[in-house]
C-alpha cells in the first residue's frame, strides 16, 4: 500500500478504495469523515500514483499492474514478467530459478537461455553466469553460425576459465611488481639506514636532502613509506 508522511494513512486507504470518485468528492468526503483539509488535484495525484498511470495530456491510461497478481506479460526487452505485487513484478525467470536453486544476485549474475527463446523459461532451458562473462561468451559465440544449447553451455565455462586466467596473471604480475619494488630497496639498503636514522633525528626533508645530494622528495617518500610500516618487511633487509 501506497504510504507517505503527509496525510494519515487512513486518508490514503479511503482514497485507494474509491478510485472511481473525482477528486472534488474525495476531497470533500475526506473532510467531513476525517476532518482533513486536501489541496485540490492531490486525490488525482495519488490515485495515478496508485494505478501507475501513463501521462499523457492529462489523461490516466491504467497499466499492467493493474492486473490480477500471477498475471504474465512480456515486457519491452522480451522478457516474461509476472506480476508479484499489485505494485511490483519480476521476471518469470528469475522466478523459476530461485524457486529451484535460491537467490542470485542480479547486479553479479546473469540467467542465459541456452536455446535462445528468452520466453522460454524451463529450468533446463537456463544457466547462471556472472554478468562480467558475457563480453567474453558474446566473443567466443560470435565465431560459430549455429548456437546450440551444449555450444553456450561451453562458451560460458571457457570464457570462466578465460577469465579466472587473466585474474591469475593479474595477480602474478602485481606480485612481481612488488617484489621488483623490494630489490630496488634491497639495492638502496645502505642509504636508507643513513636516512632513517636521520629522520629519527629530526631533521627535516630539506635538510636530508642536502646531506644525501638528493632531491627533498624522494625523501618524502621513504619517510612516508617507514610510516606506514614499508620498512618493517623484513625481505627488505634480509
Same mark, same amino acid.
Given at each position: 500500500?501506497?504510504?507517505?508522511?503527509?496525510?494519515?494513512? =487512513?486518508?490514503?486507504?479511503?482514497?485507494?478504495?474509491?478510485?472511481? !470518485?473525482?477528486?472534488?468528492?474525495?476531497?470533500?468526503?475526506?473532510?467531513?469523515?476525517? %476532518?482533513?483539509?486536501?489541496?485540490?488535484?492531490?486525490?488525482?495525484?495519488?490515485?495515478?500514483?496508485?494505478? /501507475?498511470?501513463?501521462?499523457?495530456?492529462?489523461?490516466? *491510461?491504467?497499466?499492467?499492474?493493474?492486473? @490480477?497478481?500471477?498475471?504474465?506479460?512480456?515486457? *519491452?526487452?522480451?522478457?516474461?514478467? &509476472?506480476?508479484?505485487?499489485?505494485? *511490483?513484478?519480476?521476471?518469470?525467470?528469475?522466478? &523459476?530459478?530461485?524457486?529451484?536453486?535460491? !537467490?542470485?544476485?542480479? !547486479? #553479479?549474475?546473469?540467467?542465459?537461455?541456452?536455446?535462445?527463446?528468452?520466453?522460454?523459461?524451463?529450468?533446463?532451458?537456463?544457466?547462471?553466469?556472472?554478468?562480467?562473462?558475457?563480453?567474453?561468451?558474446?566473443?567466443?559465440?560470435?565465431?560459430?553460425?549455429? &548456437?546450440?544449447? @551444449?555450444?553456450?553451455?561451453?562458451? &560460458?565455462?571457457?570464457? =570462466?576459465?578465460?577469465?579466472?586466467? #587473466? =585474474? *591469475?596473471? /593479474?595477480?602474478?604480475?602485481?606480485?612481481?611488481?612488488?617484489? %621488483?619494488?623490494?630489490?630496488v630497496q634491497k639495492k638502496n639498503k645502505e642509504y636508507i639506514i643513513k636516512v632513517l636514522s636521520m629522520i629519527d633525528e629530526g631533521l627535516s626533508n630539506a635538510e636530508i636532502a642536502q646531506i644525501c645530494h638528493r632531491n627533498a622528495s624522494t625523501i618524502w617518500s621513504i619517510r612516508r613509506k617507514n610510516e606506514r610500516g614499508?620498512?618493517?618487511?623484513?625481505?627488505?633487509?634480509?
Open positions: 500500500m501506497f504510504k507517505r508522511g503527509k496525510f494519515p494513512q =487512513e486518508v490514503y486507504d479511503y482514497i485507494f478504495a474509491n478510485l472511481d !470518485k473525482t477528486d472534488g468528492c474525495l476531497r470533500k468526503e475526506i473532510k467531513e469523515k476525517f %476532518g482533513v483539509e486536501v489541496a485540490q488535484g492531490t486525490c488525482a495525484y495519488y490515485s495515478r500514483r496508485y494505478l /501507475r498511470g501513463i501521462h499523457r495530456r492529462g489523461a490516466c *491510461k491504467p497499466t499492467f499492474l493493474n492486473k @490480477e497478481i500471477g498475471t504474465e506479460r512480456i515486457n *519491452k526487452d522480451g522478457y516474461i514478467a &509476472v506480476l508479484i505485487s499489485p505494485t *511490483k513484478e519480476k521476471l518469470k525467470h528469475h522466478i &523459476v530459478w530461485e524457486k529451484a536453486n535460491g !537467490k542470485i544476485d542480479t !547486479k #553479479k549474475d546473469i540467467i542465459l537461455f541456452l536455446d535462445g527463446d528468452r520466453t522460454n523459461c524451463s529450468l533446463d532451458n537456463l544457466f547462471l553466469t556472472k554478468r562480467r562473462n558475457i563480453g567474453a561468451i558474446n566473443s567466443i559465440l560470435s565465431s560459430y553460425k549455429d &548456437v546450440t544449447p @551444449e555450444i553456450k553451455k561451453m562458451a &560460458v565455462m571457457l570464457a =570462466e576459465l578465460m577469465i579466472k586466467t #587473466k =585474474e *591469475k596473471d /593479474r595477480e602474478q604480475r602485481k606480485k612481481r611488481r612488488a617484489e %621488483g619494488r623490494i630489490r614499508f620498512y618493517d618487511n623484513p625481505l627488505i633487509w634480509s
